[in-house]
């Protein structure tokens, strides 16, 4: 097999660099004036392109705002599951992926906020393929916080009589309503609050004399 010529493979790589800026472009806009409000001709004018540029990479509307859902899942995978590489522990991996959210958050890396906050926020009530997503997406994240914590406890870190699913439904709540107030009330306290009640839960020890752990729910 003959090698692709090399303006061929320039060229291929030039429209991946073009489609990740219009992207990320696209994610940042999102947080700030919904997914709903994305459309070739917006993209184009916010990314200074021709709207048959931005049409080039994105057929239809739809194809924009589910593409988006994946950059921005991307950046949030960098940003808030990175960190857990070194974890050696389920605890450590659960403390750590909190507080890295929590940073993620203070550190704006989205212009308008966590844009699963507010984007399962916009479409909590509209069916569809962009619904299916977003909900595809929270499922893996509340997994993945529940099956720590029931891991945890099997580890003999936190109380094995916690319900795991409860103990993710919380850890939750406190993320989404730290991004919420930090950003709607422009309170930085939310976040060190939100820190503490995280740090509270996961410092739950096994207590003398418990029974079995709860099967995670």
């Not at 450590?92 to 929590?102: D, G, I, P, S, Y």
């Not at 595809?136 to 509340?142: G, H, L």
């Amino acid at each position: 097999m003959s090698l692709q010529p090399a303006t061929n493979r320039r060229i291929r790589e030039d429209g991946q660099l073009a489609r990740a800026e219009i992207l990320q472009s696209a994610a940042q806009l999102a947080t700030v004036e919904g997914l709903e409000g994305l459309s070739i001709a917006r993209i184009a004018e916010a990314t200074g392109r021709s709207k048959s540029g931005v049409f080039a990479h994105f057929k239809s509307k739809l194809e924009l705002q589910l593409a988006t859902v994946d950059a921005a899942n991307a950046i949030y995978e960098r940003e808030v599951f990175g960190p857990t590489a070194s974890a050696t522990s389920a605890l450590e991996r659960l403390r750590t992926v909190c507080h890295a959210a929590l940073s993620y958050f203070e550190r704006r890396v989205f212009i308008g906020g966590c844009f699963f906050v507010s984007s399962m926020a916009e479409f909590r009530a509209r069916k569809g393929p962009v619904q299916d997503r977003l909900i595809e997406i929270n499922r893996a994240w509340m997994d993945y916080l529940r099956d720590n914590v029931a891991e945890a406890q099997s580890d003999g870190d936190l109380d094995p009589t916690l319900d795991p699913g409860q103990v993710a439904f919380e850890l939750n709540a406190f993320l989404e309503t730290a991004d919420v107030l930090y950003w709607l009330m422009d309170d930085p306290g939310a976040i060190k609050r939100a820190g503490a009640a995280i740090d509270r839960i996961l410092d739950d020890r096994p207590r003398t004399g418990t029974a079995q752990p709860n099967a995670p729910s």
